[in-house]
């Protein structure tokens, strides 16, 4: 999953939080990536999924991540990338 979105009335120690989980891993703690004033953001969650769960289970439990790191934000986007429906095309050794 994948939150871009902007924080709201992010104090010293937010920003100092924000700093420190700051990467580009996908995390099940989730990480941030954001501009060089640290107010616009993208935050990146790696949710485990169950062979039923869905896009909506999915962005729930991106924002229960997101929620846990304790910032007032506002969403601008959500994007879910489902695992399982990644194709992964192997090269086929060279004849010779």
């Known amino acids: 999953m994948t939150i871009r979105g902007k924080f709201k009335g992010l104090d010293a120690a937010g920003r100092a939080a924000v700093l420190a989980a700051g990467g ?32 909506d289970e999915a962005g729930l439990e991106a924002m229960a991540a997101l929620e846990a790191h304790g910032h007032a934000y506002e969403i601008l986007k959500i994007a879910v990338t489902d695992m399982r429906e990644i194709k992964i095309r192997r090269k086929l050794p060279k004849s010779g």
């Open 24 to 55: 580009t891993a996908f995390t099940e703690a989730g990480t941030f990536t954001h501009d060089q004033s640290v107010s616009a953001f993208t935050f990146r969650c790696e949710v485990p999924a169950g062979p039923d769960d869905g896009e």
